[in-house]
């Protein structure tokens, strides 16, 4: 659940507060005269650091053969003449 504070109270210690939502991930949620204005979130997750390559790892499986023609040479056209 997010934490609500006044305008005034966010104004007063912002960079305090804004270090609180990056700390634990919670939302804050600013209000004015009880209406919510604003809702201030953590920073979404940093990419990990080794990148695209090998993402997929450990996900995929090959079944079959991927090296032989999926159909018999006898059924391509080209060798027609």
């Not at 104004?11 to 005269?33: F, H």
């Not at 991927?66 to 003449?81: G, M, R, T």
């Amino acid at each position: 659940m997010s934490q609500t504070v006044t305008i005034s109270t966010f104004k007063a210690t912002c960079l305090r507060l804004l270090d609180e939502v990056n700390k634990t991930g919670k939302s804050l949620l600013i209000t004015r005269n009880g209406e919510p204005i604003a809702l201030v979130s953590p920073p979404p997750a940093p990419p990990r650091a080794d990148g695209w390559i090998g993402f997929m790892k450990d996900k995929l499986a090959i079944k079959g053969d991927v090296v032989s023609p999926a159909s018999d040479e006898a059924e391509w056209e080209v060798l027609d003449n």
